[in-house]
T-cell receptor
């Protein structure tokens, strides 16, 4: 049973446009959410996170939005760049635990 | 900082053979995680250690899988006997309490 769901396996956008990656979760105990980016033949790297006490966190071109009532979060990348092409994983944890539950990932392709 | 180091990068073995994957975490990190990535299930946590002690091994699929952390700078994940369905990319990650996970580049295991 997937507690963190990334229902779209892939997304393709044009350079300079906005990329929106979505993630849903089922466990209401999750209180910390993260996005990781993964390039081929490399391990995932941390991108951005958000605590459940917030509904938005921004870091440069990356913004994560959290809607607790809908158990939904999204990652916005503006403007998208070809170097953003990668697989993006949504992850969640609860109660300060270091144990992260990951989604299946979503492949983003940014076309020049 | 050399990052998390995993070996081997690739492992091809025959069904029934023993496989040992190795991980050297980042110096100073006190938690170590083993994840498995497959297309069907995404990134699954197999086991994690804190201060060399296994904390949660609920993700270990079967008794064929075992993991050890004899000291703060080394961990192994062993599969004995291996089966074709064990084919996946295995990631090791480490962290310091409160910090994000740092992943190695993974070991791609193929069991024929």
């Amino acid at each position: 049973d997937q507690q963190v769901k990334q229902n779209s396996p892939s997304l393709s956008v044009q350079e300079g446009r906005i990329s929106i990656l979505n993630c849903d979760y089922t466990n209401s105990m999750f209180d910390y959410f993260l996005w990781y980016k993964k390039y081929p033949a490399e391990g995932p790297t941390f991108l951005i996170s958000i605590s459940s006490i917030k509904d938005k966190n921004e870091d440069g071109r990356f913004t994560v939005f959290l809607n607790k009532s809908a158990k939904h979060l999204s990652l916005h990348i503006v403007p998208s760049q070809p170097g953003d092409s990668a697989v993006y994983f949504c992850a969640a944890s609860k109660g300060g635990s270091e144990k992260l539950v990951f989604g299946k990932g979503m492949k983003l392709t940014v076309n020049p | 900082d050399a990052g998390v180091i995993q070996s081997p990068r690739h492992e091809v073995t025959e069904m029934g053979q023993e496989v040992t994957l190795r991980c050297k975490p980042i110096s100073g990190h006190n938690s170590l995680f083993w994840y498995r990535q497959t297309m069907m299930r995404g990134l699954e946590l197999l086991i994690y250690f804190n201060n060399n002690v296994p904390i949660d091994d609920s993700g270990m699929p079967e008794d064929r899988f075992s993991a050890k952390m004899p000291n703060a700078s080394f961990s192994t994940l062993k599969i004995q006997p291996s089966e074709p369905r064990d084919s996946a990319v295995y990631f090791c990650a480490s962290s310091f309490t409160g910090s994000s996970l740092h992943f190695g580049n993974g070991t791609r295991l193929t069991v024929t």
